[in-house]
């Protein structure tokens, strides 16, 4: 078994390696230190998550268009089939909503900033 700090080095270099988390603490340390903070952190790093995973099926939907595109035999049923995604356009309105919930909960982070904000001195 390693060492605690060798342990605690090596749990801390995926943490950094993930923008996501990185973000998310840095945003904690903005707020005042309230369980409703922490609460708001945790929510809109679920949200980020759940966004980006949205966004990259959207994403994987047009590579695999333009894959179906350059590479298969074009019929009429070929172009149908590869139009005709259903999951794809539920994953754009979930990112819709996703878009919104966050857009919500950073206006609330805000508001919590503002109340904890103490102006400082540039030097």
Request: charged fraction near 30%; avoid cysteine; charge should be negative.
């Amino acid at each position: 078994m390693p060492p605690p700090a060798l342990a605690l080095a090596a749990s801390a270099q995926p943490r950094r390696a993930d923008p996501v988390r990185a973000a998310m603490e840095r945003l904690a340390h903005s707020l005042p230190a309230r369980t409703d903070a922490k609460v708001l952190v945790d929510l809109l790093e679920d949200d980020l998550r759940e966004g980006l995973d949205a966004l990259g099926d959207v994403g994987t939907h047009f590579t695999e268009l333009l894959d179906t595109l350059r590479t298969e035999e074009l019929s009429p049923v070929t172009l149908l089939d590869a139009g005709e995604d259903l999951r794809v356009l539920q994953r754009v309105e979930y990112l819709h909503h996703v878009i919104v919930q966050l857009r919500k909960r950073l206006s609330q982070a805000a508001a919590m900033q503002r109340q904890g904000y103490v102006p400082t001195r540039l030097r």
